[in-house]
Nanobody, 126 residues
Framework: QVQLVESGGGLVQAGGSLRLSCAAS????????VAWFRQAPGKAREFVAA????????NYADSVKGRFIISRDNAKNTVYLQMNSLKPEDTAGYYC???????????????????WGQGTQVTVSS
């Protein structure tokens, strides 16, 4: 069992930056794929970025490519999402998710992830 706890959300002006953290407890991330999803009010949950812990490859949604960076810290068993050049349309609840995987393949579908955090709110003002 993996427990995920997100932190780092908040209110920021357009063009600003935030760094979200996803800390795991219960198990190490060493054999997991970890992803960030987001959900705005009235909208479906959408894929943001993912990283394969064992292989190290990453995948990004087109809407955040070039602005967001997903990374991992082995020692802290934590995944980060560095968000730069934020836009009002990035406003959403951001959720960390994980699935057991040794593959380099990174799913963009929320239904394929088994473990979820409680979410952290990101609000970008114009």
């Amino acid at each position: 069992q993996v427990q995920l706890v997100e932190s780092g959300g908040g209110l920021v002006q357009a063009g600003g930056s935030l760094r979200l953290s996803c800390a795991a407890s219960g198990r190490t991330f060493s054999s997991y794929a970890v992803a960030w999803f987001r959900q705005a009010p009235g909208k479906a949950r959408e894929f943001v970025a993912a990283i394969s812990w064992s292989v190290g490859n990453t995948n990004y949604a087109d809407s955040v490519k070039g602005r967001f960076i997903i990374s991992r810290d082995n020692a802290k068993n934590t995944v980060y999402l560095q968000m730069n050049s934020l836009k009002p349309e990035d406003t959403a609840g951001y959720y960390c998710a994980a699935k057991y995987s040794y593959s380099a393949f990174l799913s963009v579908f929320a239904r394929e992830y088994d473990y979820w955090g409680q979410g952290t709110q990101v609000t970008v003002s114009s």
